[in-house]
């Protein structure tokens, strides 16, 4: 398994542990971060060493992005309401989402092998 997706897998298992809300969505956060960095920059408006939340906002710009994965990804970066509460319902799915289109896009580029899944 390639060391991306070992990372995602850490961040999985660390979601599993934690109950708190907030810590959830920061794990989910990294996840997408990690995965959105593995794809080439310049398909999707990033730059190598971006931040996890930068890294998802220039992957949101991308005009390429299908509505679902964008949608995810929108979730993932916006605030919390002022009464605290996340537009993401299950942000480790929406993650998830990311880690699988990305997968896709690595996979069609001959860079992910079949069968590494992870969170699978």
């Given at each position: ?77 916006a605030r919390l309401s002022p009464d605290f509460t996340s537009p993401s319902i299950d942000p480790i ?28």
């Amino acid at each position: 398994m390639t060391d991306w997706l070992n990372e995602i897998d850490v961040e999985l298992r660390r979601a599993e542990q934690s109950r708190h809300p907030g810590r959830i969505r920061t794990v989910a956060r990294r996840i997408a971060g990690t995965a959105i960095r593995q794809l080439p920059d310049t398909r999707h408006n990033l730059l190598a060493g971006e931040d996890t939340m930068t890294a998802l906002r220039g992957f949101i710009r991308s005009p390429e992005l299908p509505e679902e994965i964008r949608a995810a990804a929108s979730r993932l970066e916006a605030r919390l309401s002022p009464d605290f509460t996340s537009p993401s319902i299950d942000p480790i799915a929406d993650a998830m989402i990311i880690v699988g289109f990305v997968k896709e896009m690595l996979r069609a580029d001959g860079r992910v092998p079949r069968g590494e899944n992870p969170g699978e």
